[in-house]
Nanobody
Framework: QVQLVESGGGLVQAGGSLTLSCAFS????????MAWFRQGPAKAREFVAA????????LYTDSVKGRFTISRDDAQNTLYLQMNSLKAEDTAVYYC???????????????????WGQGTQVTVSS
C-alpha cells in the first residue's frame, strides 16, 4: 500500500510563491499516477494537478494553468507542486494522492485515487 505525507504549506502574500512536497512510500517496483487536490473551508475538494506514473504527461485545472507546476522525483520518492503568483482563492488544505491502479496517466477525478496524504494548509493573504 502507498503512503503519502505532505509538507511545505504555510502563509504567503498574494503574488508570492510556495512549493509543496509529498513524500511517498510503497513497493519500489510499482509506480502510480499522482495528483494534488485542495479543499477550502466549507468547500468541496477540487482537482488541482496530476502527473502520469512516468512523469511524461501532466494535467491542470484551468484556474492554476501557467501558475502551478506538478513534478515528481521518483529517485527521491517525492511529488512536488510549485505554486507561483498565488492568489487569495488558492487558500486551502492541499492533499497529495496516488492512483488506485499502477502505471496510469493523469486523471482529474478524485475517484481515480485510492491513496491520500493528511493535507497541508496553504494560506494566501491579500
Amino acid at each position: 500500500q502507498v503512503q503519502l505525507v505532505e509538507s511545505g504549506g504555510g502563509l504567503v502574500q498574494a503574488g508570492g510563491s510556495l512549493t509543496l512536497s509529498c513524500a511517498f512510500s510503497g513497493r519500489t517496483d510499482v509506480r502510480y499516477a499522482m495528483a494534488w487536490f485542495r479543499q477550502g473551508p466549507a468547500k468541496a475538494r477540487e482537482f488541482v494537478a496530476a502527473i502520469a506514473w512516468s512523469g511524461g504527461t501532466t494535467l491542470y485545472t484551468d484556474s492554476v494553468k501557467g501558475r502551478f507546476t506538478i513534478s515528481r522525483d521518483d529517485a527521491q520518492n517525492t511529488l512536488y507542486l510549485q505554486m507561483n503568483s498565488l492568489k487569495a482563492e488558492d487558500t486551502a488544505v492541499y492533499y497529495c494522492a496516488a492512483a488506485s491502479r499502477a502505471w496510469g496517466g493523469p486523471e482529474s477525478a478524485s475517484s481515480q485515487y485510492g491513496y491520500w496524504g493528511q493535507g497541508t494548509q496553504v494560506t494566501v493573504s491579500s
